[in-house]
């Protein structure tokens, strides 16, 4: 069965600091990664993809991939308490499904 | 711009009674739609995808199924409702190109539903 793995926190990171958020998945066929972000009682919405080994920025967030680890992380930059909400990580999983993590709950402390 | 729709937002619903849940894509054709469950605390559990009008796949066999009589609507329903039916249901939708970059999924709003 094809999975993909967090830790369901709570990550808690003072405001400012860096926010490290972890993935494994278990289909080396997987070739797209995505980042979602979910607000309590609200549905995800797509912060990120990639699909290439390394790093991918856009702005305040990083996404990094290794498919050899078959690892994926999101790293928030200066982390504000706005970005406290759960993180899904996902993996496409051929036959255009998408797999979901259970997801991580960030807590950003002012 | 693609938009999606999805309604309700929330239902309380006895166990035994029916269910539709409805969810339409505005903006783009032929994309793949799918429903997804989110139990409290839990992860995305997919249900039903669908690549196009009449085609529907099961993940996850229960009192629930799914129809698609249209290219962008896509219809979840139950003859008869459990308790154990009672979550966070997302339609949702996605290009489906193939390749990289071609499977982000766009969610609807959500329907939280309690079944009573």
């Known amino acids: 069965q094809k999975e993909v793995e967090q830790n369901s926190g709570p990550l808690s990171v003072p405001e400012g600091a860096i926010a490290s958020l972890n993935c494994t998945y278990s289909?080396?066929?997987?070739?797209?990664f995505f980042w979602y972000r979910q607000y309590s009682g609200k549905s995800p919405e797509l912060i990120m993809f990639i699909y290439s080994n390394g790093d991918k920025e856009d702005g305040r967030f990083t996404a990094q991939l290794n498919k050899a680890s078959q690892y994926v992380s999101l790293l928030i930059r200066d982390s504000q308490p706005s970005d406290s909400a759960t993180y899904l990580c996902a993996a496409d999983g051929g036959y255009q499904k998408v797999t979901f993590g259970t997801g991580t709950k960030l807590q950003v402390i002012p | 711009s693609q938009t999606i729709h999805q309604w309700p937002a929330t239902l309380v619903q006895p166990v035994g009674s029916p269910l539709s849940l409805e969810c339409t894509v505005e903006?783009?054709?032929?994309?793949?739609l799918y429903w997804y469950r989110q139990a409290a605390g839990r992860g995305l559990q997919l249900l039903f995808y669908?690549?196009?009008?009449?085609?529907i796949s099961s993940e996850v066999p229960q009192n629930l199924s799914a129809s698609r009589p249209q290219d962008r609507q896509f219809i979840l329903s139950s003859k008869k409702l459990l308790l154990s039916d009672s979550g966070f249901y997302l339609c949702?939708?996605?290009?489906?190109?193939?390749?990289?970059?071609?499977?982000?999924?766009?969610f609807g709003q959500g329907t939280r539903l309690t079944v009573v």
């Open positions: 949702a939708w996605s290009l489906g190109t193939g390749g990289v970059g071609g499977t982000e999924a766009f």
């Open positions: 289909d080396r066929g997987s070739q797209s």
């Open positions: 903006g783009t054709s032929n994309p793949n």
């Open positions: 669908s690549v196009g009008i009449g085609q």
